[in-house]
């Protein structure tokens, strides 16, 4: 790993460090997800929820762009004789799934953006909990991923 890798991990491109961005910028979406969700109710679409609603968008599309615009292209990237080789293929057989989960995000953000009506508003807290069951399978195969990558750092380590 070179300096500057080291130096600055926001910006590098080596996989344990983009691993490391996109775990970090999908907790603090769970975080946002979950202050959502606390609410219980948006019947009064008073500011200081529609902010919460807007962060918590933000937050997502930055979550979900890391993985398929950096993780899987630095996957993509590696030589084939790489210690992450497993890594890469293992994304290669979950990306449609992925992307699944990515339009079902992507679907949820677009009907909130902006100023949603009381109507679509009264509608978040089924919407949150679809989204949810998406987010969670989303998770559950980029752990896979993430634990394969972080099993290649290993073995270049040793």
């Known amino acids: 790993m070179n300096a500057a890798s080291t130096a600055d991990p926001v910006h590098s491109k080596a996989l344990p460090d983009l691993v490391t961005k996109l775990l970090t910028a999908r907790q603090e979406s769970l975080v946002l997800y979950h202050k959502l ?8 679409a008073d500011p200081v ?25 630095a ?13 890469r293929d293992l994304a290669r057989q979950l990306y449609a799934r992925i ?8 679907a949820f953000h677009d009907r909130y953006d902006g100023h949603p009506s009381q109507a679509e508003l009264a509608a978040l807290n089924e919407d949150l909990s679809r989204l ?25 380590a040793a």
Request: include cysteine; aromatic fraction near 8%.
């Open 37 to 44: 969700a606390a609410l219980k109710s948006f019947a009064r």
């Open 49 to 73: 929820r529609r902010h919460l609603l807007h962060r918590f968008q933000q937050a997502l599309v930055d979550y979900l762009a890391l993985g398929p615009f950096e993780v899987f292209q």
């Open 75 to 87: 996957l993509e990237e590696q030589p084939a004789d790489s210690p992450y080789c497993r890594a």
């Open 99 to 106: 992307a699944g989960t990515t339009q079902a995000a992507l």
């Open 132 to 156: 949810g069951e998406h987010l969670a399978t989303r998770i559950e195969l980029e752990d896979r991923i993430v634990t394969a990558v972080r099993q290649g750092s290993t073995r270049m």
